[in-house]
Each structure stands twice: as structure tokens, then as C-alpha cells.
């Protein structure tokens, strides 16, 4: 018993699975960039809005001439600093959240013959 194999159909097969390898790798990676993005806008945002927020800080504490109003000044800026990033971990948390299911859909896919 002898096997023939059709070689040039097994080249043009190889190939065609080795574009789709790229393809399903260069998606991946586009994906992956994507979320990336999206994490820096975020923490870019957030630091923004942190560094306005001392900016205005030294413009209190120079405003106010009593210890009582730098110290009431300070007290206020640590409280909107805690809540700004507990708001900004709920923020990233949410995010992850929405990645992650993205991500293992991806890597459920199968490439198609």
C-alpha cells in the first residue's frame, strides 16, 4: 500500500495557517495596545486632575495667614485626595473588569480552518 500526498495543496494549506497564526497574533497584540491605551489615558487623567488639585493647595496654605486656616486648608485637601483615589482604584478596578472578560473570549476563539 502506497500514500500519495498532494504536495503542492499541503504548501498552499501551510501557509494559509501560517497567515492566520500571524493575523490571530497581530489581533492579540492590537488588543493588548488597545487596553494599554486606555489604562494611561486613565491614570493621565487622574494625575491631572492630582497635580491641579496641589497647585491649589499652595495657592490656599499662601492665601490663609493663621495656622487654623492651613490646617483646615490641609485637612480638606487630604480628604479629596483619599476619596480621588479610592474613586480613581474603583475606576481602574471596573475596567479590569471589563478587560478580562474581553481577553478570555479572545483566547477562547478558535482560528478558523
Known sequence: MQIHLDRSHFGVSMAESGQRVMLAAASSQARSFKAMMRYQIETLEF??????????????????????????????????????????????????????????????RKPKP
Open 47 to 108: 494625575l491631572k486632575n492630582r497635580i491641579k488639585q496641589d497647585v491649589r493647595l499652595a495657592d490656599d496654605l499662601i492665601a490663609g495667614f493663621e495656622f487654623n486656616d492651613a490646617f483646615d486648608v490641609f485637612s480638606v485637601f487630604v480628604q479629596n485626595a483619599t476619596s480621588d483615589y479610592t474613586s480613581e482604584a474603583a475606576k481602574v478596578v471596573a475596567l479590569t473588569s471589563t478587560l478580562a472578560p474581553e481577553t478570555a473570549k479572545c483566547a477562547r
